[in-house]
């Protein structure tokens, strides 16, 4: 048993369109956000599966909650119903929530995000928070390396492995260079990678339960940021315009009656790629 | 003349092609200086003579690669308090983001990620909504932090620095990151994935055998990738994954074999330039994507491509 302090464990996730629902849309080329089912965006699962496995590895009793020392916060910036995906969390085993949710919020890009999102996690007192690798709709996969640097916090991301030694965190990851082991005492940010855990599903007893745990929803007034460093009057960068690509000029489909190697060596010539 | 910088980019000791890229992209901009920040620093500042850089700048002081990307972050603020540049530029892979994150944070700039293309007015091109979509951005706010991807540009050649300088930095934030032990990649004799201009790649069709894909990667001279079904299945090593949480690439030629074209797959290399999938199942999602699709066995189908390739290199 490892012998690690009370925990104050903060886990970041974002609700996102159903990447399926776009792959629907594909053919007219554009994402309405408004008729798109949302979902938990799914690489923070395994975020939320980390922190409870953490958690459960470092109780007396084994499990997550009441008596195991430590406290799991999820926590989402985002519109109203972001918090169908904090229920989600809750419902797998996190202990309370805080949605952030401000009109001033729209269109904030990365650095507002993790502006707001370190504002709550220093407000809360945090000392590890746990993040996806990157949003499926952003999908910049910035966020928790600006956490770090905004809360002078142990980056310790893309983790593949993550466990408690003492009062060390240990992760393994698998980067560009090879496979490495880095650690870090607290406080610190982690996030992981897919291949890190399989996500539980909420069990009906934990379904149950998840509706009495308390979810709060917080503005920018409650945690102290401006608005008028939010939003998107606030943006850093701007978006000049958007044009959608024009399809993929329908392909070639044969089927292989034992000539189609030809035929595709034949294409690749008239292409110049042979 | 004003100055950009450009962060070089290195793996195992050895300068990576997307710094040549990163250079040419400068070369829009005004004159390069290329910043090191690397325990190599002398090693890899000796690989920069063929490349469009006018001056190295070394960052000294510190172990960049035991500690965090904030320790880039850092060092690369140090610098640009001191050149005032026009723009920084970054290669666009999870490091290289994480650097530009922390930066942005750092000098209070505006951030693109991604960018495929960035022009004279710092306008950058971004392909989104899995290539779908082209927008067009700019940074409105700060120093330009803009990361590009790779494949975008055809690097150029240059004639290398004429200036080079040593630049004490000192990192001591809060952040003390540590990494304590690296198993290197093991280098084959292809190309990088993120790197090479053609990349066969296999899926669950080729049930563990990559015999077929390699050997058609090698007649093309391109690398080889896989499916996360493949990578999970032990068929082939995790760095080799293409997709969504694997590599995303944008080679001249994608072959998928065996790949059934989910989503996560597609999101990593749907911006290719030609897409070719073989396929048993004429239904398989790869279909939709690809400018070239054979409905077939691809353990018939690539040995005769390759054949066929081979005869005309000849
Ligand atoms: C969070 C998350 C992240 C993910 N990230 C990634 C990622 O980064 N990259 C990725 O690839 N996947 C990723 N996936 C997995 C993805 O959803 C698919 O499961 C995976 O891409 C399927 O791999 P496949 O196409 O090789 O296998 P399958 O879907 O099983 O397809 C195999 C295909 O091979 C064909 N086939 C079989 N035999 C032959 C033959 N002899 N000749 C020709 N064709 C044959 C079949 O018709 C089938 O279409 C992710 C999933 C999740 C949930
Ligand atoms: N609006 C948000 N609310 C909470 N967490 C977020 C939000 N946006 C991003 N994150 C976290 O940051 C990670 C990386 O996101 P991104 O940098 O947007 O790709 C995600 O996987 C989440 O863990």
Same mark, same amino acid.
């Given at each position: 048993?490892?012998?690690?302090?009370?925990?104050?464990?903060?886990?970041?996730?974002?609700?996102?369109?159903?990447?399926?629902?776009?792959?629907?849309?594909?053919?007219?080329?554009?994402?309405?956000?408004?008729?798109?089912?949302?979902?938990?965006?799914?690489?923070?699962? @395994?975020?939320?599966?980390?922190?409870?496995?953490?958690?459960?590895?470092?109780?007396?009793?084994?499990?997550?909650?009441?008596?195991?020392?430590?406290?799991?916060?999820?926590?989402?910036?985002?519109?109203?119903?972001?918090?169908?995906?904090?229920?989600?969390?809750?419902?797998?085993?996190?202990? +309370?929530?805080?949605?952030?949710?401000?009109?001033? /919020?729209?269109?904030?890009?990365?650095?507002?995000?993790?502006?707001?999102?370190?504002?709550?996690?220093?407000?809360?007192?945090?000392?590890?928070?746990?993040?996806?690798?990157?949003?499926?709709?952003?999908?910049?996969?910035?966020?928790?390396?600006?956490?770090?640097?905004?809360?002078? $916090?142990?980056?310790?991301?893309?983790?593949?492995?993550?466990?408690? %030694?003492?009062? !060390?965190?240990?992760?393994? &990851?698998?980067?560009?260079?090879?496979?490495?082991?880095?650690?870090?005492?607290?406080?610190?940010?982690?996030?992981?990678?897919?291949?890190?855990?399989?996500?539980? @599903?909420?069990?009906?007893?934990?379904?149950?339960?998840?509706?009495?745990?308390?979810?709060?929803?917080?503005?920018? =007034?409650?945690?102290?940021?401006?608005?008028?460093?939010?939003?998107?009057? =606030? =943006?850093?960068?701007?978006?000049?315009?958007?044009?959608?690509?024009?399809?993929?000029?329908?392909?070639?489909?044969?089927? +292989?009656?034992?000539?189609?190697?030809?035929?595709?060596?034949?294409?690749?010539?008239?292409?110049?790629?042979? | 003349?004003?100055?950009?910088?450009?962060?070089?980019?290195?793996?195992?000791?050895? %300068?990576?092609?997307?710094?040549?890229?990163?250079?040419? $992209?400068?070369?829009? /901009?005004?004159?390069? *200086?290329?910043?090191?920040?690397?325990?190599?620093?002398?090693?890899?500042?000796?690989?920069?003579?063929?490349?469009?850089?006018?001056?190295?700048? !070394?960052?000294?002081?510190?172990?960049?690669?035991?500690?965090? !990307?904030?320790?880039?972050?850092?060092?690369?603020?140090?610098?640009?308090?001191?050149?005032?540049?026009?723009?920084?530029?970054?290669?666009?892979?999870?490091?290289?983001?994480?650097?530009?994150?922390?930066?942005?944070?750092?000098?209070?700039?505006?951030?693109?990620?991604?960018?495929?293309?960035?022009?004279?007015?710092?306008?950058?091109?971004?392909?989104?909504?899995?290539?779908?979509?082209?927008?067009?951005?700019?940074?409105?706010?700060? !120093?330009?932090?803009?990361?590009?991807?790779?494949?975008?540009?055809?690097?150029?050649?240059?004639?290398?620095?004429?200036?080079?300088?040593?630049?004490?930095?000192?990192?001591?934030?809060?952040?003390?990151? /540590?990494?304590?032990?690296?198993?290197?990649?093991?280098?084959?004799?292809?190309?990088?994935?993120?790197?090479?201009?053609?990349?066969?790649?296999?899926?669950?069709?080729? +049930?563990?055998?990559?015999?077929?894909?390699?050997?058609?990667?090698?007649?093309?001279?391109?690398?080889?990738?896989?499916?996360?079904?493949?990578?999970?299945?032990?068929?082939?090593?995790?760095? $080799?994954?293409?997709?969504?949480?694997?590599?995303?690439?944008?080679?001249?030629? @994608?072959?998928?074999?065996?790949?059934?074209?989910?989503?996560?797959? &597609?999101?990593?290399?749907? *911006?290719?330039?030609?897409?070719?999938?073989?396929?048993?199942?004429?239904? =398989?999602?790869?279909?939709?994507?690809?400018?070239?699709?054979?409905?077939? +066995?691809?353990?018939?189908?690539?040995?005769?491509?390759?054949?066929?390739?081979?005869?005309?290199?000849?």
């Amino acid at each position: 048993m490892s012998n690690i302090s009370a925990m104050k464990i903060a886990v970041c996730i974002k609700q996102v369109p159903d990447s399926w629902a776009e792959k629907k849309m594909g053919s007219d080329q554009r994402l309405d956000r408004e008729s798109v089912d949302a979902v938990l965006n799914d690489l923070d699962e @395994y975020a939320i599966e980390s922190a409870i496995a953490l958690v459960e590895a470092n109780s007396p009793t084994g499990e997550a909650g009441e008596g195991s020392g430590h406290t799991i916060t999820v926590i989402s910036m985002g519109p109203e119903r972001a918090s169908e995906a904090l229920r989600k969390a809750l419902s797998m085993g996190a202990d +309370d929530a805080i949605l952030i949710s401000d009109a001033a /919020l729209a269109g904030s890009d990365a650095l507002a995000t993790s502006k707001v999102l370190a504002a709550v996690i220093s407000q809360g007192g945090f000392d590890l928070v746990f993040c996806g690798t990157e949003s499926t709709d952003a999908r910049m996969s910035v966020v928790p390396a600006m956490l770090a640097e905004r809360l002078g $916090f142990a980056q310790l991301t893309f983790a593949g492995k993550v466990e408690a %030694v003492g009062s !060390t965190m240990k992760i393994s &990851r698998q980067t560009e260079f090879g496979v490495e082991e880095m650690s870090a005492d607290l406080p610190a940010v982690i996030s992981v990678v897919e291949k890190i855990n399989e996500p539980r @599903y909420p069990s009906f007893k934990g379904i149950m339960a998840s509706k009495k745990k308390p979810l709060v929803t917080q503005n920018l =007034a409650d945690i102290g940021v401006v608005a008028t460093e939010v939003g998107s009057s =606030a =943006a850093w960068s701007s978006v000049k315009d958007s044009l959608p690509r024009p399809p993929r000029g329908a392909g070639v489909k044969i089927v +292989d009656d034992g000539n189609a190697a030809a035929q595709l060596v034949a294409f690749l010539a008239e292409r110049k790629l042979v | 003349m004003s100055s950009v910088i450009i962060l070089v980019d290195s793996v195992g000791g050895k %300068v990576s092609k997307a710094t040549a890229e990163l250079a040419t $992209f400068g070369k829009r /901009l005004g004159d390069v *200086t290329a910043v090191i920040c690397s325990s190599d620093g002398a090693s890899l500042a000796s690989q920069l003579n063929a490349l469009a850089i006018d001056k190295t700048i !070394t960052c000294t002081g510190v172990d960049f690669e035991k500690l965090s !990307t904030g320790a880039v972050a850092s060092a690369l603020s140090d610098v640009v308090a001191k050149e005032k540049p026009v723009a920084i530029l970054i290669a666009s892979h999870a490091r290289g983001k994480e650097i530009a994150g922390r930066l942005a944070v750092r000098i209070e700039s505006g951030l693109i990620t991604d960018a495929i293309d960035l022009d004279a007015d710092l306008i950058a091109t971004q392909s989104v909504f899995g290539g779908s979509t082209t927008v067009h951005s700019t940074v409105t706010h700060g !120093t330009p932090i803009i990361t590009l991807r790779g494949n975008s540009i055809e690097a150029i050649a240059g004639t290398g620095p004429t200036a080079h300088e040593d630049f004490a930095v000192t990192y001591g934030g809060a952040d003390r990151a /540590l990494v304590n032990s690296l198993a290197p990649a093991i280098k084959g004799g292809r190309p990088e994935l993120t790197e090479a201009s053609i990349i066969v790649s296999g899926g669950k069709g080729t +049930d563990g055998n990559f015999a077929p894909v390699e050997a058609l990667a090698d007649a093309l001279g391109g690398a080889v990738g896989a499916s996360r079904a493949a990578t999970d299945a032990g068929w082939y090593p995790h760095s $080799f994954q293409v997709g969504q949480t694997g590599k995303t690439v944008s080679p001249q030629l @994608y072959i998928a074999a065996g790949i059934s074209g989910a989503i996560q797959h &597609r999101a990593g290399m749907q *911006t290719s330039k030609t897409i070719v999938a073989i396929n048993k199942d004429p239904e =398989a999602p790869i279909f939709d994507v690809a400018d070239f699709g054979i409905v077939g +066995d691809l353990f018939t189908v690539l040995p005769q491509v390759r054949d066929g390739v081979i005869a005309k290199k000849s």
